[in-house]
C-alpha cells in the first residue's frame, strides 16, 4: 500500500506537468529556430501557439472560481 502511495506522490501534479509542457515546447521553438528549416520554424511556431492556448485556457477556468467570488464580493459592497 505504501508503495503505491509513493508511486502516485512521484507523479508530477497537473500543474507541473502544464509548466513543463511549455517548457519543452519554447526549447523547441528556440532550437529550431537557431537550427531548423523554415518548415520547422512555422511548425514549431504555430505549435507554441496551440499549447499556449491550450496553457492559458487551463490557467483561466483554474482562476475562474475565484474571480467570479472577487466580482460578487464587489457588487455586495
Keep these: ?3 503505491e502511495f509513493q508511486e502516485v506522490s512521484s507523479r508530477p ?3 507541473e ?3 513543463k509542457m ?3 515546447a519554447w526549447g523547441e521553438v528556440k532550437d529550431d ?3 531548423g528549416t ?3 520554424k512555422a ?3 504555430a505549435k507554441l501557439v496551440g499549447k499556449g492556448s491550450f496553457y492559458l485556457g ?3 477556468i483554474q482562476n475562474l472560481p475565484d474571480a467570479v467570488q472577487k466580482m460578487k464580493e464587489k457588487q455586495g459592497k
Excluded: P
Design 1 to 3: 500500500m505504501e508503495d
Design 13 to 15: 501534479s497537473f500543474n
Design 17 to 19: 506537468s502544464l509548466d
Design 22 to 24: 511549455m517548457g519543452d
Design 33 to 35: 529556430f537557431s537550427h
Design 38 to 40: 523554415g518548415m520547422a
Design 43 to 45: 511548425a514549431s511556431a
Design 58 to 60: 487551463v490557467k483561466l
